[in-house]
Structure formats: C-alpha cells, structure tokens
C-alpha cells in the first residue's frame, strides 16, 4: 500500500478523549493521527480520564494513544495539556514542562493572522461540577454504563436489522431542553468571557459538542469553537492556512484509506511503555 500523505495542521484540539474507559475509541483516534502532521497540539481536557480510570481496563490501542503523543514530543511537536474535570489530579502539576509538553490550565496564543485565541477546557462554567463533584462523578459512572448499553445497541442495530450506528447518549441530550439550555448558556458564557477580553477565538471542549459560530453582545462579537469529543462525535478542530474546521471521523473514508487495523503490532502494554521510555530518552538528547 502506498504511504499516506499527512495532512499538515498549524493547530489540532483535541479534547475529551476519556483514555481509560470503555466509550474511547483509541482506535479510530490512532488512525486519525496517521493522516495528519500538527505543528502544535492543543490536549483540551480529560484526555486521561482519572475519575474511571482503572488498572482492569487499559488496552493497547489507548496506551498507543500516550505513545504517538511521545512521538510527536521527539519531535519537537508543541503540546499544551489543559487540564478537565476527569484528569483535574493534574492541575496539581500545572507549569511542570517536560520537553515541548507543557501542563496548563488555560493557553493564550497568537496565530499567524495576529488574532487572539484563548484555549480552556470549560467545566468552570459547570454549575454540577463547582457544586457538587458527587453528582457530577455520579453522573459519569452512568454515563459510561450508557455507552456499554449502546454497543450493544448498534451490535443488534448493525449485524441484525443492517441499520447504521446510534449514538443513545447525543439522543437523550438533544432531546431533553435542560441539557439544550445548558450548552446555550455554556456557549453564551465562555463568548462573553472571550469578547471582554479582546480574544478573537474562544475555544473551549467539555460539553461533547462540536460548533464553531460567531456570539454576539452588546459589547462586541467571537469565535466560539469546541473541539467535541472522542466518545460520541469523534471530532477536532483543526487550524491551517488561518482557516478553522471541524474534523469528523468517516470510517469508509478510513476504510479506503488503511487495508490494515491499527492493532497491526502485537506488542503489548509493557513493550509499548519501554518504546515510550525511548522515545523520553531521544528528547532527553
């Protein structure tokens, strides 16, 4: 098979890729690392998910996630780890610099155009998560319980009635007016916090819900983007040529593109953490 030609990006955000639990999907995640060359990485938030983390469940394909991540760090890639509610054990390290990965709770950059664009994660704006974390944990265990109920779901949907995939969890919070009101208010909030400041972009992730729109105020208007997610939407924003986009995972488009699973090398999580070892020591070099 001939070699993909990568798609270079000035930016990628990435945000909600929830490693460690059961609604991940590394895999589709891998193959989309495998067609793109970024500049800077932009890790939004609960890349890792330390809530539901657990030692039973990490396969290969999520620590092959944290090694292409290395990779990209011998390289010299920029990447800025924003810390989110399900990784928020991390903001204890906020500032800690490890080659040209930095740990941070919000980043401010100037792009190439000179427009401002302030990157955070967004579960500051989350009433259930400043006032009570018990709920808001609660609600993730229940999350994820969803999510297996919606494997099975699109096994029937898919192998016996030959109908495309369901996502139960995007029904449910499209459906119901208070998680519609919720993001309105999220969006609303994080454009009015940006235009106060001067940013041009805002762009934020948590909410599982990919958008770019202009919000308007009485004082002036922004960009607003969210990255989405790696759950549901299996999205990211991509910058290049000073133009933002949302990427969205195809699978016959992947299909077409790779004859080949991404789980092509049998090494397992042992062998995956030595090569990352390396990798650290190249950037130690």
């Not at 919000?106 to 579960?123: M, Q, R, S, T, Y």
């Not at 919606?150 to 029937?156: G, P, Q, R, S, Y």
Request: overall charge positive; hydrophobic content about 40%.
């Amino acid at each position: 098979m001939d070699k993909i030609k990568k798609r270079k990006l000035d930016i990628l955000v990435l945000s909600d890729v929830h490693l460690g639990t059961y609604g991940c999907h590394a895999k589709e995640l891998l193959l989309y690392f495998k067609t793109i060359k970024p500049k800077t990485v932009i890790l939004n938030g609960d890349i890792i998910d330390i809530w539901q983390f657990s030692k039973r469940y990490w396969p290969k394909s999520h620590m092959k996630v944290i090694k292409q991540l290395m990779h990209w760090m011998s390289k010299g890639v920029k990447i800025y780890y924003i810390t989110g509610n399900h990784d928020e054990m991390l903001r204890k390290f906020v500032g800690f610099k490890m080659g040209s990965l930095k740990i941070v709770n919000k980043v401010i950059l100037e792009l190439d155009d000179g427009k401002k664009a302030w990157f955070f994660h967004g579960d500051v704006f989350d009433v259930t998560m400043q006032h009570s974390k018990w709920l808001a944990k609660l609600g993730a265990v229940g999350y994820d319980t969803l999510i297996h109920i919606n494997h099975l779901a699109n096994f029937i949907s898919e192998k016996i009635f030959k109908k495309g995939k369901l996502s139960l969890s995007k029904k449910i919070k499209n459906s119901v007016k208070g998680a519609v009101k919720f993001i309105n208010s999220f969006e609303q909030t994080a454009a009015d916090i940006g235009i106060s400041n001067q940013y041009d972009y805002v762009v934020c992730g948590h909410i599982h819900q990919p958008e770019i729109r202009t919000i308007e105020n009485e004082h002036g208007k922004i960009i607003y983007l969210n990255s989405g997610d790696w759950i549901e939407n299996l999205t990211s924003l991509e910058h290049s040529n000073g133009e933002w986009k949302i990427y969205r995972y195809n699978e016959n488009e992947m299909k077409q593109l790779f004859e080949f699973s991404c789980e092509e090398e049998e090494l397992n999580n042992a062998e995956l953490f030595d090569n990352m070892v390396e990798e650290f020591n190249l950037m130690k070099q």
